[in-house]
């Protein structure tokens, strides 16, 4: 098992990429912090998973843009599982608009999730991973971030910003022991696609060499891999994971 033993945070844990990540973070041997804020939702969802795992996956109710909301969830994974080992900050929305029609609002509220939310929860979980002398953080950006898309002012800010703090955080932390990485999603198929109409997903496939939305486990895989000790010498590197849409 690739993560025996390691206690990891998911933020935005309880659906799509999130709760995909907990399922395989869980079966690789790690305990897991299923932080999100549906709460109840997230609880749910861990009652479908075998008992096998009772206790090894706990729901913890956060909201990633109130510090104090962060430093509590943070204090009691301590108090549940002794340590923290990994950090996927994978909280994020959208609310799309173009920049003729984007309200202050809806731009703030983005960067405060997605950008904001990521420094909360980082800063927070950091003290823990120095005491360890070991860790990964891993941040999700998008293809978005890399090279912008129609629509999404706030969204590709935000995730372009994270790719800024990702290498930054590396430098920082490696001499530490923790590593710093991003994975940078294409087009998944989550609950972010679902209002799109079939025409514009199907335009949308042909611009992929794969021709082809991505899954969520693709993602999961991703973290997977820079959580574990095959990617001990990588550090603030960005995985596109996008079916070959940004060569």
């Not at 109840?40 to 206790?55: H, M, N, P, R």
């Not at 199907?202 to 574990?228: F, H, V, W």
Request: overall charge neutral.
């Amino acid at each position: 098992m690739k993560l025996q033993d390691k206690v990891a945070i998911v933020t935005g844990g309880a659906n799509g990429i999130g709760w995909e990540t907990v399922k395989l973070f869980t079966q690789e041997g790690a305990k897991v912090a299923v932080a999100d804020y549906q709460v109840q939702e997230a609880k749910a969802k861990i009652k479908t998973l075998s008992s096998d795992f009772e206790g090894k996956v706990v729901a913890f109710q956060v909201d990633v843009t109130d510090r104090n909301s962060v430093d509590q969830m943070v204090q009691d994974v301590i108090d549940t599982f002794g340590k923290i080992n990994i950090l996927i900050n994978n909280a994020g929305i959208t609310k799309d608009a173009m920049l003729s029609k984007m309200t202050t609002e809806n731009f703030q509220r983005v960067l405060e999730v997605n950008l904001n939310g990521v420094f909360h929860c980082t800063q927070a979980v950091l003290p823990h991973l120095l005491a360890n002398g070991s860790g990964r953080i891993i941040n999700t950006s998008s293809v978005s971030g890399v090279y912008g898309n129609v629509g999404q002012t706030n969204y590709a800010a935000s995730k372009s910003a994270l790719i800024g703090m990702t290498k930054t955080w590396g430098k920082e932390s490696g001499r530490k022991g923790i590593t710093v990485n991003a994975v940078a999603p294409g087009f998944i198929e989550t609950s972010m696609v679902e209002s799109v109409p079939e025409k514009v997903l199907d335009q949308l496939k042909q611009t992929i060499p794969l021709q082809r939305l991505g899954k969520p486990e693709d993602i999961a895989n991703a973290y997977l891999y820079l959580a574990s000790d095959e990617a001990n010498y990588v550090n603030g590197a960005v995985l596109h994971v996008d079916g070959g849409i940004m060569m």
